[in-house]
Every structure is written in structure tokens, then in C-alpha cells.
């Protein structure tokens, strides 16, 4: 009896660590190849240089966005305004949000990606350059979206749903080298 038990347990044990060496593969494979139109971008809310920062944060607050993309007189990608930049360049400057065109506490031409790039590329650039909001841009340098830490991490949690869902508030993950990856 003791046999037969053996021999399901080691089959069931055997097919769970199939299971997991393939959820690992799959998980590697769309960390190195996902591109970024899977992680659905937000339609970017464009503005122009000399809309006003009180303009863009209330845009922001409707649209429930990080940030505006500030676009020239053709429609192309000039700049960035996020979040942070009122903290920093409006509040922390005391300059008035009611008076102060976008073009004067805006990113000047930032970094931008395509819908074609790779996620891992983006996770890059967020994690190198401190970026939490990315820019997509077509092949004529026009907005076509935008991408976040938010999406993300959303993106990466998908791709662990059991270690991420079941984790319950303050559990520490004992073995991570043991997860299911699936």
C-alpha cells in the first residue's frame, strides 16, 4: 500500500514541479519579450505650452492622469508635466498655478517610447532614470499614450497572480526560491 502511495505523491510532486519550471519559462519569456501596448497605455491628455498649470492639474484630477503631455504648434511631444512637478517646480517654488503657462515648469523633451518597445525596456527606464511616467509617441513624435509605475506593476503582478493575490497583509515570504510562479 505504502508503494502505491509513494508512486501517486511522487508523480503529483513531479507534475507540480513541471507545472512551476513552466510557469517560470513563461514568466521569463514576457519579462524579456512583452512590449509595451500589453500593458494597455492611458490616451494621454495633451496640452500646450502655454496652458496653465492650474489648466493641467485640473485635467489631470477629471481624467484621474499623473501627468499631461505638452505638445507644439504640429501636434508633436515638446514636453512633460507630472505630478511631481507640482510639488516641485510650483509648490515648492511658490509660483501661482492660476498664471504660470506649462512651458515655464515643464520637462523639455522627454525621454519617449513606442507602443513596440519592450516593458523591461520601460521598467528601465523607470528604475534607472526615476521615471514613474513615460511618454509613447508614433514614428512622427506624436502622443499616442502614456505608460506608469501603476501599469506596471499591475503587468507584473499578472504574471505572478498566486504569489501576489494570496499574500496576505504583512506575510513575509519565507522561501521566495520555493514560490509558485504561476
Not at 512590449?35 to 500646450?48: F, K, M, Q, R, Y
Request: proline content about 5%; charged content about 25%; hydrophobic content about 40%.
Amino acid at each position: 500500500m505504502s508503494g502505491e502511495f509513494e508512486d501517486e505523491y511522487s508523480a503529483t510532486i513531479d507534475d507540480d514541479l513541471r507545472k512551476t519550471d513552466d510557469d517560470l519559462r513563461e514568466s521569463s519569456g514576457a519579462l524579456l519579450n512583452d512590449t509595451i501596448a500589453v500593458l494597455s497605455p492611458a490616451e494621454p491628455i495633451c496640452l500646450s505650452e502655454a496652458a496653465t498649470v492650474h489648466d493641467a492639474v485640473r485635467t489631470m484630477l477629471a481624467r484621474r492622469q499623473a501627468g499631461v503631455l505638452v505638445t507644439d504648434g504640429e501636434g508633436r511631444l515638446a514636453g512633460i508635466f507630472t505630478e511631481r512637478d507640482v510639488l516641485t517646480r510650483v509648490v515648492g517654488w511658490d509660483l501661482d498655478a492660476r498664471k504660470t503657462p506649462l512651458g515655464e515648469v515643464m520637462t523639455r523633451n522627454p525621454e519617449a517610447l513606442t507602443a513596440s518597445d519592450r516593458v523591461a525596456y520601460a521598467i528601465n527606464c523607470m528604475s534607472v532614470a526615476g521615471y514613474r511616467t513615460i511618454p509613447l509617441v508614433d514614428a512622427e513624435g506624436r502622443p499616442i499614450g502614456v505608460v506608469t509605475v501603476s501599469d506596471v506593476v499591475r503587468w507584473l503582478a499578472s504574471l505572478f497572480p498566486e504569489t501576489v493575490l494570496n499574500l496576505r497583509p504583512g506575510d513575509a515570504l519565507k522561501r521566495p526560491h520555493e514560490v509558485d510562479a504561476g
